[in-house]
């Protein structure tokens, strides 16, 4: 469903990607619904670019990239709000108290370009769609979970099944 694309000048941590992959994965499940199997995030080391704000070289180059399904009932705010809560993820799971320029997040951006996608063997919904899509497709779920699919049990029990 969404795809999130984490650039990184600063060296992360295992550590620090798993926290914020399941700092990003849970406010975007919070705010549309989506489940975790259907949200994918990167990791993309960009360290060998050179970053530049205009004609200044900059210390940061850490970004998160944020493409989502487009339509659907998501308004302005509702995009701004996830901005806001991307930026605050990490400064929590990669700044925290270490104020290293380099460290710091020098931007996020959402955009609305996903108009047709296929994930695990799903056409997936547009945007809003989701919950019934989910029930829709609950057999075949079930079935990849039944023949050992550990994505399809977690989802399952994600969705209380």
């Known amino acids: 469903m969404p795809f999130y694309e984490v650039h990184h000048c600063a060296p992360l941590t295992r550590s620090e990607k798993d926290d914020l992959a399941a700092r990003i994965t849970q406010i975007h499940k919070s705010a549309f619904g989506a489940p975790s199997l259907f949200i994918s995030i990167t990791f993309k080391d960009i360290s060998g670019c050179d970053f530049y704000a205009g ?3 900059q210390a ?9 399904r487009t339509g659907g009932p998501r308004t302005v705010t509702d995009l701004e709000n996830l901005s806001v809560a991307l930026s605050e993820a ?3 799971s990669i700044v925290r108290n270490n104020t290293v320029e380099a460290r710091s997040l020098s931007g996020v951006f959402v955009t609305r370009s996903i108009e047709a996608l296929m994930e695990h063997g799903f056409l997936l919904p547009g945007a ?9 497709n609950l057999p075949r779920f079930q079935k990849l979970a039944d023949e050992g699919s550990a994505g399809f049990q977690g989802l399952l029990k994600e969705l209380g099944h």
């Open 55 to 57: 004609p200044n070289q």
């Open 90 to 92: 990490w400064q929590d």
């Open 128 to 136: 809003g769609k989701d919950e019934e899509w989910l029930k829709q």
């Open 60 to 68: 940061s180059c850490n970004r998160i990239f944020a493409i989502l």
